[in-house]
């Protein structure tokens, strides 16, 4: 008898620590604080990620330090070729097409001061048309399986206000880029 009420407390106890382990949120690459300047004024009008719930970051934002300087000018998800990329937000597509060889994607994003921002998605198989007013979540295109500059396969995601990058990450509200707190459920005993 003894031993099996161990056998149930052990077993409840790695449950219990295999649910809090996976509901831990997922380390977030480190932003330099020069970040965090390039994203002022940036409004957080998104309401989707662009693939997936809650994508993997690859690659983060790495703003040059001077116009034509090394960088990384966007934010690299993990996105399988195929997957639905969808807008971020509200607005109409300035581009669909390629670009270097990559479908590319750009959208001016409704209500976010003049000029609008843009953002870009690549590479895309785009699924909309120069002009086409698109509202948030609704479809762009899908990956494309080859033009991906990481590997494995991602999504690059941008965001320019003019000629000025900036952190695409900004357009996110918190409750997009974190996961929910770690709640812990009732395990049915005998």
Do not use: K
Request: with cysteine; hydrophobic share 40%.
């Amino acid at each position: 008898m003894r031993t099996s009420a161990f056998t149930r407390v052990c077993t409840r106890l790695v449950l219990l620590v295999a649910l809090t382990l996976a509901a831990a949120p997922a380390p977030q690459p480190s932003r330099p604080a020069a970040a965090d300047a390039d994203t002022a004024g940036v409004p957080a009008v998104g309401r989707a990620w662009p693939v997936g719930v809650r994508p993997r970051v690859l690659r983060g934002w790495e703003p040059p330090a001077t116009p034509y300087g090394r960088g990384h000018r966007g934010v690299d998800l993990a996105a399988a070729p195929g997957a639905r990329v969808r807008a971020v937000a509200a607005g109409r597509v300035s581009f669909a097409g390629r670009v270097a060889g990559r479908g590319v994607v750009s959208l001016e994003l409704d209500a976010t001061g003049d000029p609008p921002l843009r953002t870009t998605y690549e590479p895309v198989h785009p699924s909309v048309t120069e002009g086409t007013e698109v509202a948030a979540g609704e479809p762009l295109g899908t990956v494309e399986p080859t033009g991906s500059h990481c590997a494995p396969p991602c999504l690059h995601w941008g965001l320019r206000r003019a000629d000025t990058y900036l952190n695409p990450l900004a357009l996110l509200p918190p409750a997009l880029l974190n996961r929910a707190p770690a709640r812990l459920l009732p395990i049915p005993g005998p």
